[in-house]
């Protein structure tokens, strides 16, 4: 018997066409903000890129997003509300005011933790993801770290940072030809996960420990406070 729908696929799916209309005005705007946000995997990007029609686009990004899941539908929820797009397409001011948990069978583990996280989110640049103390943990450091993981990153993936496997191979699909791409989008959805406990020392913690643990040498400029 199927699951009941997150809340964030239910809104998505009950706005689509109203997003398609509005949406459609600048379609590759949209894209390209969704692709930043690794929203898409690489071979979705190019199906939605390659549709003549802007209003296609949409949808398919629309349907896209809705088929990768809650976090997928979460994180273009929360770009739509995003000053960038708002100043794109003032029709979207709607979404300000719009909670995912007034839909009664949506609720989420998300959701019920409250919603100071994911507006705090919204102003996040996009190279900068996880919090390290008052500042933020780039990605060029996660792209370090995921140069020094190599090809033990599933076992690292669920038994260091507890990600379900599940997940693992959602990634290993999306990014089939490059093991550090792969890694790197394992510790990006990580900090998804951490948020504000998503620090550089907490990551160096779990990369330390166990069988899997990484060479110091390899990961200890993450506590460097320069």
């Given at each position: ?10 809104l ?16 590759d ?12 995997s690489p ?9 003549p ?10 349907d ?6 809650p ?10 509300k995003?000053?960038?797009l708002?100043?794109t397409?003032p ?13 009664p069978?949506?609720?989420t ?54 990600i379900p ?12 030809h ?5 890694v790197?989008?394992?510790?990006r ?21 166990g069988d899997?643990a ?13």
């Open positions: 018997m199927a699951e009941e729908p997150a809340g964030e696929i239910q998505l799916r009950s706005l689509k066409a109203k997003l398609i209309d509005i949406l459609s005005a600048d379609a705007f949209v894209l390209q903000h969704a692709d930043s946000r690794f929203l898409l071979h979705g990007y190019k199906q939605v890129k390659a549709l029609v802007p209003s296609e686009q949409v949808r398919d990004l629309l896209h997003v809705i088929q990768r899941g976090e997928a539908a979460q994180g273009l929820l929360q770009l739509l995003h000053k960038d708002q100043d397409f029709l979207l001011a709607f979404l300000k005011d719009l909670q995912v948990n007034t839909l069978a949506g609720e583990e998300t959701t019920r933790k409250g919603k100071t996280a994911p507006e705090s989110e919204e102003t996040t640049p996009s190279k900068q993801i996880c919090k390290k103390g008052s500042r933020l943990l780039k990605e060029k450091q996660l792209m370090l770290v995921a140069g020094a993981i190599g090809r033990s990153w599933r076992e690292i993936g669920i038994l260091a940072l507890s496997s599940v997940k693992l191979e959602q990634i290993e699909e999306d990014y089939p490059n093991l550090v791409d792969r790197f989008a394992m510790l959805y990580w900090c998804t996960l951490q948020r504000k406990n998503a620090t550089a020392a907490q990551l160096h913690s779990l990369l330390s420990q899997r990484l060479p110091p040498e390899s990961i200890d400029f993450l506590l460097e406070t320069s």
